[in-house]
């Protein structure tokens, strides 16, 4: 059974992420497709900033929090990551997570679903650009959702329906994908 990390890439307080987080995972898990979802809240790996020096009683819970988070996505065949779009690009947060990554990324299959503005597309973009360095497959459908348009108030979240049919898309592509560089990685 493929495994697929459902990444909840803000931190922000107030996040509109968590909601958009919950409809992917529950649109996920409604497909029945036999693959095991899982989110996966940035949220709750108090990470350091990589490279930054730290306290002596600060090392200790920083590296916890650097080991499980390495070991949590190590854990999956695949990943969606949900990634809003600050100032044309992925947040800081995330691009400082990924950071920390590397071979528990590699030879694996990774979908987007973002807002913002124009849907979170720049953030996508940028995205793609780290985890090609990562050696991940970034399949090429994605879930855009417009702060206009589904979001009340750009903060209470009422998706178009017509967002079902690229969710769909991105799945099918990314359990594709997962499933073939799971035969690569042995």
Same mark, same amino acid.
Do not use: C
């Given at each position: 059974?493929?495994?697929?990390?459902?990444?909840?890439?803000?931190?922000? %307080?107030?996040?509109?992420?968590?909601?958009?987080?919950?409809?992917?995972?529950?649109?996920?898990?409604? +497909?029945?497709?036999?693959? !095991? &979802? !899982?989110?996966?809240?940035?949220?709750? &790996?108090?990470?350091?900033?990589?490279?930054?020096?730290?306290? !002596?009683?600060?090392?200790?819970?920083?590296? #916890?929090?650097?080991?499980?988070?390495?070991?949590?996505?190590?854990?999956?065949?695949? &990943?969606?990551?949900?990634?809003?779009?600050?100032?044309?690009?992925?947040?800081?947060?995330?691009?400082?997570?990924?950071?920390?990554?590397?071979?528990?990324?590699?030879n694996k299959?990774?979908?987007?679903?973002?807002?913002?503005?124009?849907?979170g597309t720049?953030?996508?973009?940028?995205? +793609?650009?780290?985890?090609?360095?990562? %050696?991940?497959? #970034?399949? +090429?459908?994605a879930v #855009?959702? @417009?702060?206009?348009?589904?979001?009340?108030?750009? @903060?209470?979240?009422?998706?178009?329906?017509?967002?079902?049919?690229?969710?769909? !898309?991105?799945?099918?592509?990314?359990?594709?994908? @997962? %499933?073939?560089?799971?035969?690569?990685?042995?």
């Open positions: 059974m493929l495994k697929i990390g459902i990444v909840l890439g803000s931190v922000r %307080q107030g996040r509109n992420a968590e909601a958009v987080t919950n409809w992917t995972y529950d649109f996920a898990t409604k +497909r029945n497709d036999n693959v !095991e &979802y !899982e989110i996966v809240d940035l949220a709750d &790996y108090k990470l350091p900033f990589l490279g930054a020096a730290l306290p !002596e009683d600060r090392q200790s819970e920083a590296e #916890t929090a650097i080991k499980a988070w390495s070991d949590k996505m190590a854990s999956f065949d695949g &990943y969606i990551f949900v990634a809003p779009e600050y100032n044309h690009a992925v947040g800081g947060a995330l691009k400082n997570a990924l950071d920390f990554l590397n071979p528990e990324l590699n299959a990774a979908g987007f679903v973002g807002y913002g503005s124009l849907g720049r953030a996508h973009e940028n995205l +793609r650009l780290i985890l090609a360095e990562l %050696q991940v497959a #970034t399949v +090429r459908t #855009t959702f @417009s702060l206009i348009t589904d979001f009340e108030n750009m @903060s209470v979240f009422k998706p178009a329906d017509y967002h079902k049919n690229n969710a769909n !898309e991105m799945f099918d592509q990314v359990i594709a994908w @997962s %499933q073939a560089l799971k035969t690569v990685r042995g």
